[in-house]
């Protein structure tokens, strides 16, 4: 018994923490208000009361660039994710979009009747766009992405387009 405790030990497998249902690129597109391209410029860290518990929310100051699709058109939008660091206390939420500061990205947000934006779909409503090798922008999976099941799902049709094809990509999913 001792063997076949050390040999799982010794053989190293994949993890994921949280497993959510993709969500295809129609449905994120209908969910959505707007799909916007543009930075985070700053994010705001406190606690709220969400549901019954009190947790760590971020507001964060997004620039919009480039309206893709839906409106109206804002030059800032300000969007609340679940999570972040407040002085020396941090909350992950597993599967919720991380927005990094001054880096481009295309994001699917809905309105909250609270004035806020939030991310459709947690983090498969978050692309991130990193230079490939040639230096070319393209959009990558959220790094908190879960591990998604079913058929069908947007991080799959979007992820290493450049913002042109996912453009005509976005806008070809609202007919």
Not at 49 to 57: D, L, S, Y
Not at 100 to 124: I, Y
Not at 155 to 164: D, F, I, P, T, Y
Request: proline residues 4%; neutral net charge; contains cysteine.
């Amino acid at each position: 018994m001792l063997g076949a405790a050390l040999t799982s030990l010794a053989w190293p497998r994949a993890s994921q923490a949280t497993t959510a249902r993709a969500v295809s690129l129609r449905d994120l597109v209908a969910r959505s208000t707007r799909v916007v391209f543009g930075v985070p410029l700053e994010g705001t860290p406190r606690y709220e009361q969400v549901g019954e518990t009190r947790h760590i929310v971020t507001y964060t100051r997004f620039r919009v660039d480039e309206l893709l699709q839906g409106g109206p058109q804002e030059p800032e939008l300000l969007v609340r994710t679940l999570g972040g660091k407040l002085g020396q206390l941090g909350e992950i939420v597993h599967g919720e979009a991380e927005l990094a500061l001054n880096e481009q990205c295309v994001m699917f947000v809905h309105a909250n009747p609270e004035g806020f934006e939030q991310v459709t779909a947690m983090a498969q409503g978050h692309y991130p766009m990193l230079s490939d090798e040639s230096g070319t922008l393209r959009l990558h999976a959220s790094r908190n992405m879960a591990h998604l099941i079913g058929q069908d799902a947007a991080v799959a049709q979007l992820s290493g387009l450049n913002l042109g094809e996912a453009r005509s990509r976005i806008l070809g999913a609202r007919k």
